[in-house]
């Protein structure tokens, strides 16, 4: 069978990306090709496979994982076979890696014993060996039979070969030579020959005389009138019950307040009545407590109030490295992690003593990275809460950002406004990729 391309695919970095999804069996390779023309950053390729019935990761084929690629290179997977239903995945840490998959169908028709195969000056002979050639009736013969053409005729049991204009039965002295001389005659008889003797008598009946000639068929009768159309349709069958209704899905943000309208005209005011007497000034009430010194198990865990001050999916705790890097020890490991966040889900960094590494959240809509100007709210220790552009550059406290549904085109970063090296990748989940 030839090899086919089955598929292509340039990824977004670091993005989940169906390159192929198999109707049917295949053996197959993939090529990755770097068109990079920088070192940097390093650009690293994963291939794996999803089988028709996998439900959770564990269940998926890995080919390759990161595997690395170096400018201008490229290279191919080893073949692997992939069954009806299969998907192909691919995914690469930058933009600039192309992936292809090519391949063979599997093919019963492509097996070597389906295969006709055509011999030439050989002879299969021995005890067990059997050559059968084509059998049929006469109306089967092949039309379009070459000269030399043996079939078995099952009308009238014989071979039958193939003649340059005609077909002509093997071994029965049918063929179309001359016909041989007639013999001569051999002599008569006498013409007298004794009389047998008579039969005993009740002899066996003699044969019975041709039957006479079948008459005339009569002409046909009349066609009958047309019976009534299909019977009665039955009833409709009950209907089934209505499936329960699904999650409602996440409330989306607030749109922008509309201009406020021009005042209307109004009436003459009448006279302002006179101001009443100032009531009494009330008890002045017990101050808070930030850090809900009230309440014995909050104290005692160190809790204060930025921490539960809205309800997140997570909670990353934020530290640094000096001013190389920051550290998420509470979720990732090393030195300026990828961050995974959730379309349409709130997610809490827990700033802990950053001091001068003033902490940002940032979007690229394709024209680089910028401040995230709207879903960001942080709460101080003590309570105090600044919203969306004034809730970047804090150094403690707790930065809450309700992600949004839909990324930004170019994606997310997290970075000190400072120190430039202090960077790392906001990498936005859908949820309905998961």
């Known amino acids: 069978m030839p090899i086919t391309r089955l598929g292509i695919a340039n990824p977004a970095a670091n993005t989940d990306t169906v390159l192929e999804v198999f109707s049917s069996p295949h053996l197959v390779s993939v090529i990755a090709a770097s068109k990079s023309v920088t070192a940097t950053p390093l650009t690293k390729a994963t291939i794996w496979v999803v089988p028709s019935n996998a439900t959770i990761p564990a269940q998926y084929a890995y080919i390759g994982v990161n595997i690395n690629l170096g400018v201008g290179q490229s290279f191919e997977t080893f073949r692997f076979a992939v069954n009806e239903g299969d998907t192909l995945y691919v995914k690469a840490t930058v933009s600039t ?8 169908a599997q093919d019963d028709a492509g097996q070597p014993e389906n295969i006709i195969q055509t011999f030439t000056n050989k002879t299969i002979d021995g005890r067990y060996n059997v050559l059968s050639v084509d059998k049929g009736t006469t109306a089967e013969r092949s039309s ?17 070969v193939k003649t340059t204009s005609t077909w002509e039965a093997v071994g029965t002295g049918a063929g179309s030579g001359a016909t041989g001389p007639i013999g001569p005659t051999g002599p008569t ?8 003797a008579t039969g005993p008598s009740g002899g066996p009946t ?20 047309t019976g009534p159309s299909g019977g009665p ?16 899905g996440p409330t989306g943000p607030t749109g922008a307040t509309g201009a406020t309208g021009a005042a209307g005209s ?39 109030i930025d921490e539960v001050a809205y309800s997140a999916i997570a ?63 942080h709460v101080a220790t003590d309570g105090t809460v600044t919203l969306d552009s004034s809730a970047q550059a804090k150094t403690s406290g707790t930065l809450y950002w309700n992600v949004p549904i839909t990324a930004a085109s170019s994606g997310y970063r997290y970075i000190c406004s400072i120190h430039s090296s202090m960077v790392g990748t906001v990498t936005h989940k859908s949820l309905s990729a998961i």
């Open 206 to 225: 003699g044969s019975q005389g041709a039957t006479g000639a079948t008459g005339e068929t009569g002409p046909t009768g009349a066609t009958g009138e």
């Open 266 to 304: 109004a009436s003459a005011t009448g006279a302002t009545g006179a101001t009443g007497a100032t009531g009494a000034t009330g008890a002045t009430g017990t101050a808070g407590s930030a850090t809900f010194s009230g309440t014995t198990d909050a104290t005692a865990a160190a809790i204060t």
């Open 97 to 104: 890696v192309s992936f292809s998959c090519s391949g063979i």
């Open 233 to 248: 349709t039955g009833p409709t069958g009950v209907t089934g019950s209505t499936g329960s209704t699904g999650p409602t």
């Open 189 to 196: 008889g006498p013409s007298d020959g004794p009389t047998g």
């Open 144 to 160: 379009g039979a070459a000269s030399g053409y043996v079939r078995f005729n099952t009308e009238t049991q014989s071979l039958e």
């Open 315 to 377: 909670r990353l705790t934020v530290t640094n490295s000096g001013a190389s890097a920051y550290l998420i020890n509470s979720h990732y490991a090393g030195n300026n992690p990828t961050v995974f966040v959730l379309g349409g889900s709130t997610i809490a960094f827990n700033l802990v003593g950053l001091g001068s590494h003033p902490f940002q959240v940032q979007a690229d809509t394709g024209a680089g990275f910028a401040n995230i100007t709207n879903g960001l709210i």
